[in-house]
């Protein structure tokens, strides 16, 4: 078949990370919009004791990156989550389902960082053209995206060092700003750090994990890396090494914002404000003009996570075309630059129309719906591979010397995972919505293309080999 060949003569992708960018890469994607944008929304659940559901989402987030540890040394192929629920269940509608929700994840992160973006541009320039204007520039910002990921995956990844080195250094800024004022610069508020102030209709134990579910979206981007294997030189030997070091980083660095920005600001004017780490170096350092120069550090920060998701998000759906679960249209590399262009458009199209959505149906709250949906969808996904590890065990004829994961930690990750998706947790409903609509989405895709591929005879739809479910093609 036409398809069939043309994807066979597809290049390779490059294999450029080493440790130092993998590194990178995962501090990069985990800090980031999380932190710069939803800190206000996260204390306006628990009051001062913000840092304690970051850290619960650190602790929860490391716990299933053992799991994926695992997986990425035992399989280290692209397509991660999608690869490894296809090798322990065998069902083609949950692995395109799988599939479907972590590129919906990812683009539902890079939008929230579109919107963030947008924000601070404005406040960084001091002028406003109202939410028309915070839209189309978030719209805008999309598609220069795309435009630096059809340069190919090198390009995007030495931009990613550039603006990890520029985000780390805006929350460290934070930090110094905190530990000036805590020395006599300026007002601090002790009391506070260790204050719970719920909302009316939630006990103490409910408010947490509904400030967790939220925190979680600052601590999800550790799950992205495991989609760069082919990418990678040498997976198994550092991936465990880089992941574990990069989550160590951004959980330390989270907390310490956090208490600094409680310390510093009263919980309502961090919850009101759109930019609200602006507001904490602005308290912690009034004579100084820090506060004009963070909202360009947030934009550079949100850029390096929308830029990894959306990069994320086409490599995705790039692997899954290659097996015919999505057409082979999208499996398409351009033969200079190697990348995946057709699945770049394809994922920069669901961006913008998940903009528009979001800002006709809950402008006010677009920032929080998107970033907690974001959580949702990927706190799915995290049960699941929480499972796979285990079923998966009895594959003995996986490469030996991976990673081994202790048996009780994919349990825990299992109960808390599968906890902060349900209502129980406290989520809004919007996010549920918004994930549903997406999952539908995802639904009537995959019928579509099984229909479309038997009309025109393709004869090996489906995913028949999942060991090259997201490989380059050969």
């Not at 759109?274 to 507001?279: F, G, K």
């Not at 360009?296 to 994320?312: E, G, K, P």
């Amino acid at each position: 078949m036409a398809d069939s060949d043309t994807a066979e003569k597809q290049p390779e992708l490059k294999r450029v990370m080493g440790p130092g960018l993998l590194l990178l890469f995962v501090v990069g994607d985990i800090l980031g919009t999380g932190v710069y944008a939803l800190t206000g929304d996260v204390a306006a659940e628990v009051g001062g004791a913000a840092w304690v559901p970051f850290l619960v989402a650190f602790l929860i987030a490391t716990v299933t990156a053992f799991s994926y540890l695992e997986l990425v040394t035992k399989y280290p192929q692209a397509a991660g989550a999608a690869l490894y629920a296809h090798k322990a269940f065998g069902i083609q509608f949950v692995t395109f389902l799988i599939a479907f929700v972590v590129m919906c994840s990812g683009i539902t992160s890079a939008s929230t960082a579109a919107r963030t973006f947008a924000s601070n541009f404005f406040k960084g320039f001091d002028f406003s053209l109202g939410k028309a204007g915070i839209v189309a520039l978030a719209l805008f910002f999309i598609i220069a995206l795309a435009l630096i990921n059809l340069r190919g995956v090198g390009e995007s990844v030495k931009l990613n060092v550039f603006l990890t080195i520029i985000e780390i250094s805006g929350l460290i800024l934070v930090i110094l700003v905190g530990l000036w004022a805590f020395t006599g610069g300026a007002d601090v508020d002790f009391s506070r750090v260790v204050a719970f102030d719920t909302p009316e209709d939630k006990n103490a134990f409910m408010a947490v994990t509904a400030a967790t579910s939220l925190a979680f979206f600052a601590m999800v981007g550790f799950e992205d890396s495991v989609n760069m294997a082919e990418e990678t030189k040498d997976p198994v030997k550092i991936f465990p090494k880089m992941l574990l070091t990069g989550l160590g980083i951004a959980g330390i660095v989270y907390i310490l914002v956090s208490i600094v920005a409680v310390a510093l600001v009263p919980i309502g004017e961090l919850e009101a404000s759109d930019t609200p780490l602006v507001e904490v170096v602005k308290a912690g350092a009034p004579g100084l003009p820090i506060d004009k120069i963070l909202p360009f550090i947030t934009m550079f920060a949100v850029s390096n996570t929308a830029l990894i998701n959306m990069l994320m998000a086409s490599r995705l759906i790039y692997g899954m075309a290659r097996q015919h679960v999505l057409p082979p249209v999208l499996g398409r590399v351009h033969p200079r630059t190697r990348a995946p262009w057709v699945a770049i458009i394809f994922t920069t199209c669901i961006a913008v129309g998940l903009l528009i959505y979001v800002t006709a149906f809950a402008n006010d709250k677009a920032i929080s719906v998107l970033g907690g949906t974001t959580s949702l969808l990927l706190l799915a996904v995290f049960a699941v591979v929480n499972v796979a590890v285990l079923v998966l065990r009895r594959d003995v004829q996986a490469a030996g010397g991976h990673f081994k994961t202790p048996t009780i930690l994919p349990v825990i990750g299992f109960i808390t995972s599968l906890y902060l998706v349900t209502p129980l947790s406290g989520r809004p409903v919007q996010q549920y919505i918004l994930a549903g609509i997406l999952v539908v989405i995802g639904i009537a895709l995959f019928f579509v293309t099984m229909a479309i591929n038997r009309r025109l005879g393709v004869e090996d739809a489906g995913i028949k080999d999942p060991t090259r479910l997201g490989q380059a093609p050969d």
